[in-house]
């Protein structure tokens, strides 16, 4: 018994490790592809793109990794998957060493096959985690793993703007994004190193894995059947659609059209961030006690406005501020539509299904909004002619027409919001979820990881 916690704690330690190395990578991925991409002269259609196949493709290898569970062992599959993720990550590196061409079209298959392993990852290391931190420890556990992770996420976006503004005043950008990718592959290389050193505590794998498989399908098509799931998930799923036309163009819009410099547009993503970070607890305490419906539509009213205050001035000051707010409604959206998620799924069914099934449908809408937006982008100066006011910038057609979107979203799905009373969760259950990474479509994403029940408020923390 005392050898198994030795090795419990010893493999948790490496875990806290592993969320630090991993960061370095994630949040330079997540936050320095679309500018790279500026750097390398992409086109509206390719920024478009760059959004929009990573997206579908990555959602789908997590139905494909319940599959590959059939024959490999967590352990083994996410460290080899890891390690093949660092290798895509020095390949961006070379990109920018070589500026061959065909750059673009290697930087949207390459931001494939990233966001492919990170898919792949997800379950495996969800189901892994699962077996091995015990449930007492779980929101102990998760909390302190995510601070990690957001202060060195936070350390790489100050910091690799920094070092990407450095390069371009010395003239020589690729060798800053050259540093970035290369530090960023180091750190998913260190990564796979602690995956492998943790306990795995069901190393032999088993068949069971092609039953779940054909089982998760059958269970969405089944969830997709029930009006309040289906309502729910187009909801979410339209709104990240409606997101992803804008979204790959406000690295556009600063690094090109307000000449911002890369330590500016780092700061704008951190405002954005880390008020999401830090308003999940004023959220949560607010679901609590007023309902996720009421936060979510709330938060969902506030979201078709932001593009449009975009509008208002090119100021670093204000578009920072902007930021700010748009990460404490982002914030609040974020949250309660996943708390909503567990509350609506119907009794005794697995959470971890509808989840996945609302994924992949947002996948798709994700898929669909940013292609449009790619298009539209293509042809937005021809679109500012014909319109009876004057835009300072043609990408405006492009935020105006996805606050719009937003907006006629929100309006559908209002009257079709049902208070939940199913779930008394707020009471008798927390959910605990973790910051795994962030994209543009609505900055941190959290990853489900599992329901225990709540303390009593007069019961003492574990230690």
Request: charge should be positive; hydrophobic fraction near 50%.
């Amino acid at each position: 018994m005392s050898r198994h916690s030795s090795l419990l704690r010893q493999t948790l330690t490496y875990s806290q490790k592993e969320a630090v190395a991993s960061a370095t990578m994630t949040a330079t991925g997540d936050n320095f592809f679309n500018a790279f991409a500026v750097y390398l002269q992409a086109s509206t259609m390719q920024m478009g793109w760059l959004t929009a196949f990573p997206q579908l493709l990555g959602a789908a290898m997590q139905l494909l990794s319940v599959w590959i569970s059939a024959w490999f062992p967590c352990r083994q599959l996410v460290t080899v998957v890891a390690v093949f993720q660092a290798v895509v990550v020095l390949l961006i590196a070379m990109l920018a060493v070589f500026h061959p061409g065909n750059a673009m079209i290697l930087l949207i298959v390459l931001a494939v096959l990233y966001h492919s392993a990170m898919n792949l990852i997800q379950p495996q290391w969800r189901a892994w985690m699962g077996s091995l931190v015990p449930k007492r420890r779980r929101g102990l556990f998760f909390a302190s793993r995510t601070r990690l992770t957001m202060g060195t996420s936070l350390a790489v976006f100050i910091g690799g703007g920094a070092l990407l503004y450095a390069g371009e005043k010395l003239q020589v950008p690729w060798l800053g994004f050259t540093i970035l990718f290369g530090v960023a592959a180091c750190g998913r290389l260190l990564s796979s190193r602690f995956l492998w050193l943790m306990h795995d505590p069901a190393p032999h794998h088993t068949l069971e894995g092609q039953g779940v498989f054909i089982a998760t399908l059958k269970e969405i098509r089944k969830a997709l059947h029930d009006d309040v799931f289906r309502h729910y998930s187009f909801f979410v799923a339209g709104m990240q659609g409606m997101v992803a036309i804008s979204a790959p163009f406000f690295a556009v819009y600063m690094l090109k059209e307000l000449d911002f410099n890369y330590f500016q547009f780092s700061l704008n993503s951190v405002a954005s961030i880390a008020t999401q970070f830090l308003s999940l607890k004023f959220w949560g305490r607010l679901s609590d006690r007023y309902g996720n419906r009421l936060v979510m539509l709330s938060c969902s009213s506030m979201i078709p406005v932001i593009p449009a205050l975009w509008l208002v001035s090119p100021d670093f000051y204000y578009l920072f501020l902007l930021q700010m707010l748009s990460g404490l409604f982002w914030s609040g959206f974020t949250l309660s539509t996943a708390n909503y998620l567990y509350d609506i799924r119907p009794h005794r069914t697995n959470f971890a299904t509808y989840a996945a099934a609302q994924s992949g449908i947002g996948a798709i809408m994700v898929f669909i909004g940013a292609a449009a937006g790619g298009l539209l982008a293509s042809h937005a100066d021809s679109l500012r002619a014909l319109l009876p006011f004057t835009l300072s910038s043609s990408l405006f057609i492009v935020f105006l027409t996805s606050g719009i979107m937003r907006a006629l979203v929100l309006l559908w799905f209002i009257p079709r919001a049902v208070e939940p009373h199913i779930r008394p969760r707020p009471r008798l259950l927390q959910i605990i979820y973790r910051v795994s990474r962030f994209n543009p479509i609505s900055g941190v994403v959290l990853d489900w990881l599992t329901v225990t029940e709540r303390k009593p408020r007069d019961q003492p923390p574990e230690e």
